[in-house]
């Protein structure tokens, strides 16, 4: 069987530098952020550099409210399929002023909203919102991005207080509101949601995360509080769509055993944890035990948290759950668990027994994140060593108090080392961060990040790492689409790919939504250290189908489509 391979890009090779050795013990003072001996993990605010101009809005002239402490995320996509991921970041605006304990006397004309930056191509963006028809009038939290219809181009859904939108991508630079047409229906506070084939049918579903039942005119709370918290309202259910594959969706929240559990949802994402082949569903919630719905293959989930050792911190309270991201962070060939909140985060390293051991303080991660309060968060190889590494935002819970950001460079067999003070002055400068976005936007095989900042302006870090090392990226087509109706869904979203190079092998599932109310770019980031070349890749489709590919070149874009 021929198989298709589509090099989008190919670009020269980085130069190979020395990577500082790992300490013989795992760093990490809580009260001071002491740096590596050498790091070649670095970074730059390119935010006014290539053209982005955004500015996050709560709606209210001083945070006082559950609704705008929450903040909002960004997702990196490729809506006109040039190969460069284009930028959309959400913004809150101002509500009903019976809603806010300090609402503005002038709100601002145009109101905030959300912004959709065309990747030029050439290191630079143009803000395409108004043409594009993405400027819902809600207070916007979370998207994610999925072509849910197979149609090849990729859709939006954004999620919000008191509203949610599923935007179908027109194919020519446009999006149409087909929320009813497709049977979406989510009533009170959406938040983070994520897209998955959770019956393997070749049509993405979605699972919708539900916050809290907010209720304006409760003002029950002490005043060292500022607002009230999560637990002083009632906690929510969330909601599955199942993916009618005709661009419709029906809801079997409760035929599923989804809606029987109650929680306060913040991040969630999907991946298939145990190796089973069908993709499982992890929630973090806000104050209350985080949730791991476990697939049994037949439509149904079981609950199984507890059980599996991630409900709950690392002293067994429920903690303020944030950002939640799957990867084989300690490269053993299964997909850990790593988790943003408001205390220590956890590192969740994958036992192969259907659960998880918490190496959070082993790692050296723990006690670095203890002084902060973190939320957006990616894992990528920042410097392609091959290892991953991890990069945290932060900011204050229910004031806003600005912090210093965090990265963490992996040094092998689950430890980590920070290096944030060698990362570039953008890391130290505070802001309060809230949902953060991933990619290589430049293509130059090093990865960036954007960042949220509540009721601020919103940061590009460009990665600007010297003595890198090789990579390759990899963009997955499924067969699913036009007239097939077999194979795999058009994003590949849950299959998994393994890469071998230099003597390594090295794991990624391509997921939807990651970390905190955000999405990152759906191409596949491989760090691959000093190896030339990539002796053979694996790829595992949803379909069932196993496609291998043999010695490839390094340092470029690869697409890879899913046989016929």
């Not at 530098?17 to 001996?37: D, E, K, L, N, Y």
């Not at 040094?411 to 949902?435: H, M, Q």
């Not at 939504?513 to 759906?522: C, F, H, M, P, T």
Request: net charge negative; proline share 4%.
């Amino acid at each position: 069987m021929q198989l298709r391979l589509l090099l989008v890009l190919g670009l020269a090779s980085t130069a190979m530098g020395q990577v500082a050795p790992p300490p013989s013990h795992p760093r990490g003072v809580p009260a001071s952020r002491t740096p590596a001996a050498k790091s070649a993990i670095r970074f730059e605010d390119a935010t006014a550099k290539v053209g982005i101009d955004f500015t996050h809005s709560f709606g209210s002239a001083k945070l006082g409210s559950l609704v705008e402490g929450t903040g909002s995320g960004c997702v990196w996509f490729d809506y006109n399929n040039d190969g460069l991921p284009d930028l959309y970041v959400l913004s809150g605006r101002s509500l009903d002023d019976s809603m806010h304990p300090y609402p503005l006397k002038n709100k601002p004309q145009p109101p905030p909203h959300n912004h959709l930056y065309r990747n030029n191509g050439d290191g630079t963006f143009t803000d395409v919102t108004e043409k594009a028809g993405l400027d819902p009038d809600m207070y916007a939290v979370a998207v994610t991005a999925a072509d849910y219809d197979n149609d090849g181009y990729v859709d939006l859904l954004v999620t919000g207080y008191g509203k949610t939108i599923l935007y179908h991508n027109n194919g020519d630079g446009t999006f149409t509101n087909v929320t009813a047409k497709a049977g979406i229906k989510v009533e009170g506070w959406a938040i983070s949601s994520t897209w998955l084939d959770y019956d393997r049918d070749g049509c993405v579903d979605l699972f919708v995360g539900r916050y809290v039942k907010f209720d304006p005119k409760y003002h029950n709370y002490y005043a060292a509080d500022n607002y009230p918290g999560p637990l002083d309202y009632e906690g929510e259910t969330n909601k599955l769509f199942h993916n009618n594959c005709d661009g419709t969706f029906t809801d079997l929240t409760d035929k599923s055993g989804i809606g029987a559990y109650i929680g306060r949802t913040m991040g969630v994402t999907a991946a298939d944890f145990d190796g089973d082949g069908w993709p499982d569903i992890y929630v973090a919630n806000d104050r209350t035990e985080n949730f791991l719905f476990r697939n049994k293959h037949d439509g149904t989930f079981e609950e199984i948290a507890n059980d599996a050792g991630v409900a709950y911190g690392q002293n067994g309270e429920a903690t303020s759950s944030m950002g939640p991201v799957f990867a084989d962070i300690t490269r053993s060939g299964l997909l850990d668990l790593w988790v943003s909140d408001a205390h220590y985060n956890r590192l969740l390293k994958n036992n192969g027994k259907g659960g998880f051991d918490d190496i959070g303080i082993a790692s050296g991660l723990s006690q670095a994140n203890a002084q902060y309060v973190s939320w957006g968060t990616g894992v990528y190889d920042f410097d392609n060593d091959g290892w991953l590494d991890i990069m945290v935002f932060h900011g204050g819970l229910i004031q806003m108090i600005p912090q210093e950001h965090s990265v963490f460079r992996g040094l092998g067999e689950g430890r980590f080392e920070d290096v944030s003070e060698l990362s570039g002055s953008v890391l130290g400068t505070k802001t309060v961060a809230r949902g953060a976005c991933f990619a290589d936007y430049d293509n130059d095989g090093k990865v960036d990040a954007f960042v949220v900042n509540l009721g601020g302006r919103g940061v590009l870090l460009h990665n600007v790492s010297t003595g890198t090392g090789h990579w390759i990226a990899i963009r997955l087509k499924g067969a699913r689409g036009g007239k097939s109706i077999g194979g795999s869904n058009r994003d590949g979203i849950g299959a998994r790919v393994e890469v071998w190079a230099g003597g390594r092998e090295h794991l990624a599932e391509r997921v939807a939504s990651s970390g905190y109310l955000s999405q990152d770019d759906a191409r596949l980031h491989f760090g691959l250290g000093a190896a030339a070349k990539v002796d053979k890749i694996v790829v595992h489709w949803p379909s069932g189908r196993e496609q291998t590919l043999e010695s490839q070149a390094v340092d470029r874009v690869l697409t890879v489509e899913e046989p016929q």
